[in-house]
Nanobody
């Protein structure tokens, strides 16, 4: 099985950029679709972005600001976040799934990282 490990979170100001990384330990990401989700205090976990090998999909709230990418050679997936807003503040999770048809549904993901905190101050 694959174990995602996130890094790159931190405290930034509104308008700043941040890049999150998700490395795979155990097996590689090569067989999996990889997604990013986030969860703010008191809110449900929500879909942010996902990537296959030729397609990407974004939540409307981040479209045009966030970019997901994957580097097969490094066995990693990245989330470049630009023009950050205070409402982007959350714990960000990386997850892996074999089911592209349910890419936005967190319950369809089999493997999860521990999360990394992103805080955007106004």
């Amino acid at each position: 099985q694959v174990q995602p490990v996130e890094s790159g979170g931190g405290l930034v100001q509104a308008g700043d950029s941040l890049r999150l990384s998700c490395a795979a330990s155990g097996r590689t990401f090569s067989s999996y679709y990889v997604g990013w989700f986030r969860q703010a205090p008191g809110k449900e976990r929500e879909f942010v972005a996902a990537i296959s090998w030729g397609s990407t999909h974004y939540a409307d709230s981040v479209k045009g600001r966030f970019t997901i990418s994957r580097d097969s050679a490094k066995n990693a997936v990245y989330l470049q976040m630009n023009s950050l807003k205070p409402e982007d503040t959350a714990v960000y999770y990386c997850a892996a799934t074999l089911n592209w048809m349910a890419i936005t549904v967190w319950g369809e993901y089999d493997y999860w990282g521990q999360g990394t905190q992103v805080t955007v101050s106004s």
